[in-house]
């Protein structure tokens, strides 16, 4: 057996660090292979892989897409290659003299799959070292030692059932997504992604935007009146007793609603005919799983993405447990008391959990799905403290430490009191309610624990009415999937898995088949949808994916085999692809039309032909005429961000206005000739000299094509372009280029304060908003700087053109600590102190400080 070290294998980087630490009792020192991170300690080794390290794809003569055609990929052989070179020579290196190899990758199917290929690539260098495998469901010192301490071996069936999913996806995404762009000529970064978990997920929402639209409102009248006690007033709603004798209270007649309104207003006293109270329990929630975390979070504002990203840093942190999980039954090994200790003496938690301790008994509350993986989602005994964590990671940390608290806590009881009274033969009813014992609300506020006021009347007693009202309403359509409830349908439905519905919502997100939040389709999505039904309805139906999901789950239990699962998936394919290519055209048409839908803005102003979104060379998008090279009419687009075209219309032009999609930075632009014409109309403000060009420079003097001076000196300006962008810049502007970036929104009011280093105003900007805080942006030169400097890691010299790391280094090193300093140096004297660095460099840097 070699004498080597032992390695240990995880998942991600930053949980070997996590790990290294606890079995070393932090003595673990870093140290670089290929450029990967390796813990060392004693006769120990850890290194954390980057997820998958081996990928599967076709070999490389299917990569072509116009000579093989997509259903030969149906039948195409896979092949296994690296995907992070370095990361697996790394391993390899580790892995050959290795004495034992121990596999700590995630406890899922996932994770397994990972391992196994790790293992994989342990064998092609290492026949004989023995490989143990450890898992756990939270990476604290307990569960991590515990499991070192009890190894076992790679589940291969898991793994395998992981792998049967790879392939399929594989196949199914490639041969669609080929199939469909070349159909619609829709090739490089653009081409219309298909695959088998996002297309059931996209009809989803496809189908909800049809009902929306489909719906047709109808009118109803509701109508409410004010009651009064003594000095006591409270609201209470018309209602009467339907056909089937149940209570309502919309009325669906205008006559109707009108006759009843007019007896209601000119009643002035209501005779109360019942009174009834009743105490209702309002139990705990549930222990968090996966779908159930991610509708919390959500209603914090966090997207089904960005909340697991969270919850997984949290859990390789080892604050909470893995986020993955359908449980929301705790394990018996869980002592809620033991953990509820760990937060008395937090200052946050503290008092909560001092207070739960002292209730007689505990008993965690439990949902109705109990598996053996992986607990429900809650927090381990190790806790951070808030300067340990982003505020992000702070809001969800506590989300699940309260839902912990909560499930652990004693229900809430609510009393209910109806009050129905008679005002001129009408019917009028009010529901209080009140919170006679908080219960799991006073450590769970997430949950509405809003009262609503009833007073205490008797039968029999007279109340005044002293005010009455009639509201015109309309049926409303069903409400877009929210991000959470979207999951939730998925889960239904058998529609992905834990681990990537929230991956699969991001991916449409990504390919623009969805927009805003709520998701919303675009004309693409529609598109497609419409193609799959018409053509080939397996591909967005839930049948295919759910069957894998069974069939995935078979392989892990042993009753079925890789090979079987995919070459089922195989056959099911082609029969999909006999539907489509008799179809081709048809499908290309369709999805070509939509596609042109999708870039049209309106019409042309100046020809016969479309508006459309527009792609240059360089990269950046634009609006131009279809037309096109008859008509070269084009309208500018912001920089930022990738165009959507929206379905409100400017009322002046007709256009549609344009949405920039940019992550958390998407703006609505509005109506591009709008943006235009408002620049066009809008003067430049002068506010200084140019630094580079103007009066006061010390660059050369400007000069006229003959190379003599043309005596013009260069303003700055703050400067609305076409494309809705502002900036300070050179009115000499093309002949000077030099700008300063500015807010796109808010009002730019310039001050009378001076910025003394640059001889110009300073800039406030301000809100129409009233929340929102004017931002003092100073002197625009100054703010830009800053901005550099942060966008250089914090160093302020890094934002002077030309000036790298190593060369501030040796300028802080002869006492240039900052862009002031830098500019009042001598530039003779400052050379000399510096290396490699000349008389005039040190002024070419002094001109760009300016």
């Not at 209602?239 to 000119?266: H, I, K, M, Q, S």
């Amino acid at each position: 057996m070699s004498k080597g070290p032992e390695l240990i294998i995880t998942e991600k980087d930053n949980a070997a660090r996590r790990i290294a630490d606890i079995l070393s009792g932090e003595s673990a020192e870093a140290d670089r292979i290929n450029g990967v991170n390796v813990y060392k300690w004693g006769g120990k080794r850890c290194i954390g892989l980057s997820g998958h390290v081996v990928g599967v794809d076709f070999p490389p003569e299917y990569n072509d897409w116009r000579d093989v055609e997509p259903v030969e990929l149906i039948d195409a052989p896979i092949d296994k290659h690296p995907t992070q070179e370095n990361i697996v020579a790394a391993l390899r290196r580790l892995a050959r003299n290795a004495r034992r190899v121990v596999i700590a990758t995630d406890y899922d199917r996932e994770g397994e799959l990972i391992g196994k290929e790790a293992y994989e690539l342990v064998r092609d260098v290492n026949e004989d070292v023995p490989v143990d495998r450890v898992r756990f469901s939270s990476i604290t010192d307990r569960e991590v030692t515990e499991a070192f301490d009890n190894p076992d071996g790679l589940d291969f069936n898991l793994a395998a059932a992981g792998e049967a999913r790879q392939i399929v996806d594989l196949v199914w995404g490639a041969a669609l997504t080929r199939f469909l762009s070349l159909s619609a000529r829709q090739l490089g970064d653009d081409f219309i992604s298909v695959g088998r978990v996002q297309g059931p997920t996209l009809k989803l929402i496809v189908d909800r935007e049809r009902e929306i639209e489909a719906f047709d409102p109808e009118d109803y009248w509701e109508l409410f009146a004010d009651l009064q006690k003594d000095s006591e007033s409270f609201e209470a709603q018309y209602f009467y007793l339907d056909e089937d004798g149940n209570e309502a209270e919309r009325v669906w007649d205008g006559d109707d609603a009108e006759e009843a309104y007019e007896t209601l207003r000119n009643v002035e006293a209501a005779t109360v005919d019942s009174v009834r109270r009743r105490t209702r329990t309002d139990d705990p929630p549930a222990p968090f799983n996966t779908t159930q975390f991610i509708r919390a979070a959500g209603s914090l504002g966090y997207s089904a993405q960005r909340a697991m990203s969270i919850a997984e840093d949290l859990y390789t942190a080892g604050y909470i447990t893995y986020p993955r999980t359908d449980n929301t039954v705790y394990p018996e090994d869980l002592d809620p008391r033991e953990l509820l200790d760990a937060f008395t003496a937090n200052r946050t938690f503290g008092d909560d959990a001092q207070n739960l301790l002292e209730q007689e008994e505990i008993e965690p509350t439990a949902g109705d799905n109990e598996t053996t993986d992986h607990p429900p989602i809650h927090p381990t005994g190790e806790l951070p403290s808030r300067s340990d964590l982003t505020e992000d990671e702070w809001d969800v940390y506590e989300l699940v430490v309260r839902r912990f608290f909560a499930t652990v806590a004693e229900s809430a009881k609510w009393e209910h009191l109806r009050v129905v009274a008679d005002a001129g033969g009408l019917s009028l009813k009010a529901n209080g309610k009140r919170l006679v014992k908080a219960g799991y609300h006073e450590v769970y506020p997430y949950f509405n624990s809003s009262e609503s006021f009833v007073p205490d009347v008797a039968e029999g007693e007279s109340l005044a009415v002293t005010d009455t009202e009639i509201e015109e309403k309309q049926t409303q359509p069903p409400r877009r999937y929210g991000q959470s409830r979207l999951i939730e349908t998925m889960e239904k439905m058998g529609i992905g898995t834990k681990a990537t519905r929230h991956d699969v919502i991001q991916k449409l997100y990504d390919r623009n088949y969805i927009e805003s939040d709520p998701p919303r389709p675009t004309r693409l999505a529609r598109a497609v949808v419409e193609a799959s039904e018409e053509f080939a309805e397996l591909i967005v139906s839930e049948e295919m994916t759910a069957q894998l999901e069974a069939d995935m789950q078979a392989i892990a239990r042993g009753n079925a085999s890789l090979d079987d699962v995919t070459a089922e998936s195989r056959e099911i394919l082609e029969d999909v692809f006999e539907g489509l290519m008799e179809s081709g055209d048809e499908v290309g048409k369709h999805l070509q039309k939509s596609l042109k839908a999708d870039k049209t803005v309106g019409a042309c102003p100046e020809s016969d032909h479309d508006l459309v979104v527009r792609k240059s060379r360089r990269g950046s998008y634009f609006i131009g005429c279809d037309g096109y090279p008859d008509c070269t009419y084009t309208l500018p687009l912001p920089s930022t961000g990738k165009p959507l075209i929206m379905d409100e219309e400017c009322d002046e032009h007709g256009l549609s206005h344009v949405k920039m999609l940019a992550g958390r930075k998407t703006f609505v632009h509005g109506c591009p000739l709008c943006k235009a014409e408002e620049a066009d109309a809008e003067e430049d403000l002068i506010i200084g000299d140019c630094p580079e060009c103007g009066a006061g420079a010390e660059s050369e003097t400007p000069q006229n094509g003959d190379g003599e001076t043309n005596g013009e000196h260069g303003e700055l300006a703050i400067k609305r372009l076409r494309s809705g962008s502002r900036l300070v810049g050179c009115t000499r502007y093309p002949d000077c280029d030099y700008s300063l970036p500015l807010p796109r929104r808010g009002d730019i009011e310039v001050t009378d304060e001076e910025c003394e280093e640059h001889d110009l105003p300073e800039i406030r900007i301000t809100y129409d908003d009233s929340d929102r805080e004017p931002w003092d942006l100073g002197c625009p030169i100054c703010n830009y700087r800053a901005y550099q400097a942060e966008q250089a890691g914090g160093d302020e010299l890094q934002s002077v053109k030309g000036i790298g790391e190593k060369t501030a280094e040796k300028l802080k090193a002869a006492g240039i600590e900052d862009v002031p300093s830098l500019k009042e140096a001598e530039p003779d004297a400052l050379a000399d102190l510096v290396d490699g660095v000349g008389p005039d460099t040190v002024r070419k840097w002094q001109s760009a400080a300016d």
